[in-house]
């Protein structure tokens, strides 16, 4: 009979620890069975006929988003102000650079050529008549129901030209990462549409 004193803890058996070490085992090969998938936030160009807006040339200023958004696994909300965190999804770069991307993407694909759309990382140059557009993001995530809210306030300022504005858009897709990252890009697809009405003449 083994005894134990006040402030040891009592000795654990081999065969116990022998089940421990098969299970933590299981659990590692479990989630090395699951491969991470990564993901980016698709552009979603119009298949309108380009505008004419009222500056030669347009810039996305880098995107001011919520604290919590800037890791990287996939993210969706729960009920009230619960947010799930995917184990095994992630984007490829911070929310926040892949939503400039798109939003320049999709402008460009807006605009009549006359005008140009300046991606991420491009110098304006000698473009004096140029808008810059600044979004702050307040909720962009999908509820792991096929539905994605897009919450935002924009602002374009340029030589001549201003406007800002709010959205709250909703988009449904099917429930999926595949889906629903698609669904978001949607969102900002008719975000870049609203900015750009805001430009014509």
Known sequence: MTSTSPGFARPVAPYRLRIASWAAMLMLASCASTPTRYFALPARPAHTPRVRVGVCAIAVAPIVMPPGYRRLAFTYSGAGSV?????????I???GALMRLALARDMAARVAP???VRMPGQSLGADTNAAIVRVVVQRFLPDGHGRVLLRARWSV???GRGGQGAVRLTVKA?????PETRAMGQAVARLARRIVDALRP
Request: without cysteine; proline residues 17%.
């Open 83 to 91: 947010v799930h965190v995917a184990r095994h999804a992630r984007w």
């Open 157 to 159: 300022k340029g030589p």
């Open 93 to 95: 770069a911070p929310l």
């Open 174 to 178: 099917p429930a999926g990462y595949p």
């Open 114 to 116: 006359s005008s140009t």
